[in-house]
Nanobody
């Protein structure tokens, strides 16, 4: 059974940094795309960034380019989201997700989801 478990969320001031982690278990993830989405209250779930487990190609939403970095540690089966220069508009629940094959920015294409971790950025 595939499980994705996020951690690392919290409260941070604008301009600060946080690192989220997503530990994946239950299968090997070669050939999978791993992604981070976020959802703010009253808004739709929004693509943030993705990485191909094999090869490490990355993709970013324009809103986070230059501020967020996705990476993975194959030995630990963990995907990270390093967030810097945080803004109040980054406040949301952040979700880790996995899908077979290439990345997608559409959350409907993802097969597995974590439970989410809250990130709150104060002004």
């Amino acid at each position: 059974q595939v499980q994705l478990v996020e951690s690392g969320g919290g409260l941070v001031q604008a301009g600060g940094s946080l690192r989220l982690s997503c530990v994946a278990s239950g299968r090997t993830f070669n050939g999978y795309g791993m992604a981070w989405f976020r959802q703010a209250p009253g808004k739709e779930r929004e693509f943030v960034t993705a990485i191909r487990w094999s090869g490490g190609t990355t993709y970013y939403a324009d809103s986070v380019k230059g501020r967020f970095t996705i990476s993975r540690d194959n030995a630990k089966n963990t995907v990270y989201l390093q967030m810097s220069s945080l803004k109040p508009e980054d406040t949301a629940v952040y979700y880790c997700a996995a899908k077979v094959g290439f990345y997608s920015s559409d959350p409907r294409n993802y097969d597995y989801w974590g439970q989410g971790t809250q990130v709150t950025v104060s002004s």
